[in-house]
């Protein structure tokens, strides 16, 4: 069958090769991959990467299918009028659909001094400059970790079992996303690992110096090393692009995670603001995300009409060092429960999550339409009831896009 269609991925994340993945379903699409690196990252070992148990690099040939293009580089603009996606290097590159998935990265680092002192290490490149760094600081030396989501709580847990000294400013509880059960077995672990934890109302970093963090209410904490853990922030080529976007600068899309703006856009991942009420910045949602949007574009390659996005697996895997772990279970609302794997079994439960990871999206290389997390039955009717319930809160919310 002759390709006549194309279809170009921006993002070669975890949403991004599941998407491009999935497309290669039909003879007839051709799919270009477009990602600034050469080897896929996986994310979730990021902190590992910055202890020194895992490079965090697969190679694409091990994930990526055989008939995608890849393009080894950056999309400087998207001209949605022309079909066109514009790269740094100045290439064009026309496309029939495009898929949105570019993920995210560090937030800003607002706080005085953090931008000039602080590690932040939500991408390959910001762990790879902290690793050497933190290979020439002293065990004795304290290092500082700001940010108790599961990054901090990832790292910290990994530089204490190697050995550092390590204080976590938690700017509030630690563990926000954990049940109340789940977030005593973490600080158990810590305690044990003989991490300093520091929480509550004065837990906020101020200013961070070369030397120092400072907290509100004036305490001072030595700090050789500080990593920066806090939020996540999303890339501008959307709005840069004139696309709709939220607040956050994520894509606006419907239920089918098509563009307000162009039926020939899809988006997926952390990219994604689907109606308003985008899905948790995650590795459990990027992948279901990934293929709802290959099935978006191929259902209109049908001429069917999309399912809309289902929301009926969330959870929380969190590393605490090489010998312990969490996994914490949540309902369909994405709220966390009081059931959790802990200690060693959770430890092999994470492990055995990070291993899956590639292997769903080698499986959907070698044989696409595989995947089927994203249409577990149920979830549609609760998330119908998120969205009355958001659209109620926030009726002006499509006014205050970006």
Known sequence: MTENTHVV????????????????????????????????????????LVGGTH???????????????????????????????????????????????????????TVPGAAEFAYPISTLEEA??????????????????????????????????????VTLVCGGVLGPYLHASSRRSV?????????????????????????????AGGRELPSEVTVWTVGFGVPDLAARSGLSTDGMGRLRTDETLTSVDDARIVAAGDSAAPSGLPLRMSCVNALPLGARAADTVLSRLAGEQPDDLRQSLSAQCISLGRSAGIYQFANRSDVA?????????????????????????ADEAHKPGSFKLHRIPGGVAKRQRLLRAHRAEAPDAADQAV
Request: hydrophobic share 45%; with cysteine; aromatic share 4%.
């Open 55 to 109: 490079g965090a690099v697969v190679a694409y040939r091990d994930v990526l299918a055989k008939r995608v293009r890849l393009v080894t580089d950056a999309v400087s603009r998207i001209d949605a009028a022309q079909r066109s996606v514009t790269l740094a290097a100045d290439a064009t590159l026309d496309y029939d659909y495009l898929i949105y998935a570019v993920g995210s990265g560090s937030a800003e680092l």
């Open 128 to 165: 790879q400059r902290l690793r050497p760094v933190l290979d020439a600081t002293a065990a004795t030396a304290p290092v500082t970790v700001v940010g108790a989501g599961p990054t901090g709580i990832e790292t910290t847990a990994e530089l204490a079992e190697a050995g550092h000294t």
């Open 337 to 361: 429960v009081w059931l959790h794997i802990d200690d060693g079994l959770g430890a092999t439960v994470k492990e055995m999550v990070c291993k899956m990871i590639p292997t769903h999206l």
């Open 187 to 215: 600080a158990k672990r810590l305690a044990k690992l003989g991490v300093t934890v520091i929480d509550g109302p004065d837990a906020k970093v101020t200013t961070v110096t070369r030397d120092a963090v400072w907290l």
């Open 9 to 48: 991925v921006i993002g070669g994340g975890y949403a991004g090769v599941m998407a491009a993945n999935r497309l290669t379903l039909r003879d007839d699409v051709a799919v270009t991959l477009i990602n600034p690196r050469p080897d896929f990252v996986h994310r979730v070992r990021l902190h590992q």
